[in-house]
Antibody, heavy 122, light 113 residues
């Protein structure tokens, strides 16, 4: 079955960097667009970024644009989120999420990982 | 950006009774070429990731009990739980995937009265 496992979260000081990973199994990662979504403690869901199935197109939410970079290594079945210049307001659980269809990433999310917690604090 | 407004923020319903959650989008989510509304509903239980229960506004995800139903079109949508069960206690989010940035409603917490 489809499994998404995030890793790389932790406590980091403001201004520093962190890279999250999302290991995919149970499906062919290279065929699907993938998203990152975050959730601050006790808050709602916020879309962060998306990458097309082949990595040729990336889009970002305004709050992370210019600081975060989404990428993928289809040969390793892994999605990444490079987070630079971290701020306290980036503190959240970060989820990777898959769309159910090929060809496009503009769909609902049919599978989510369990999430990894990033805490930005001095 | 498309703003998604959910109501109410929370509701308490007796077991076996109906729960209704509303979601309004600031722009139409209906894509005319395929006549589909780009609107999904998710259920999130404490300590768990969200889980899709409805997509295309009214298509129930496989395995989701038929007491869950989605309706609406354009800018106004509803998620209905026809007979609330204890395991339905959760926060429910609507989500538009019509245009970037993707956006979510603020969530509705459903509890047992």
């Amino acid at each position: 079955q489809v499994q998404l496992v995030e890793s790389g979260g932790g406590v980091v000081q403001p201004g520093r960097s962190l890279r999250l990973s999302c290991a995919a199994s149970g499906f062919t990662l290279r065929s699907y667009g993938m998203h990152w979504v975050r959730q601050a403690p006790g808050k709602g869901l916020e879309w962060v970024a998306v990458i097309s199935y082949d990595g040729s197109n990336q889009e970002y939410g305004d709050s992370v644009k210019g600081r975060f970079t989404i990428s993928r290594d289809n040969s390793k079945n892994t999605l990444y989120l490079q987070m630079n210049s971290l701020r306290a307001e980036d503190t959240a659980v970060y989820y990777c999420a898959k769309v159910p269809y090929r060809e496009s990433y503009m769909y609902h999310f049919d599978n989510w990982g369990q999430g990894t917690l990033v805490t930005v604090s001095s | 950006d498309i703003v998604m407004t959910q109501s109410p923020d929370s509701l308490a319903v007796s077991l076996g009774e109906r729960a209704t959650i509303n979601c309004k989008s600031s722009q139409s989510l209906l894509y005319s070429p395929n006549n589909k509304n780009y609107l999904g509903w998710y259920q999130q239980k404490p300590g768990q990731p969200p889980k899709v229960i409805v997509y295309w506004a009214s298509t129930r995800e496989s395995g989701v009990p038929d007491r869950f139903s989605g309706s609406g079109s354009g800018t106004d949508f509803t998620l209905t739980i026809s007979s609330l069960q204890a395991e339905d206690v959760a926060v429910y989010y609507c989500h538009q995937y019509y245009s970037l940035p993707l956006t979510f409603g603020g969530g509705t917490k459903v509890e047992i009265k």
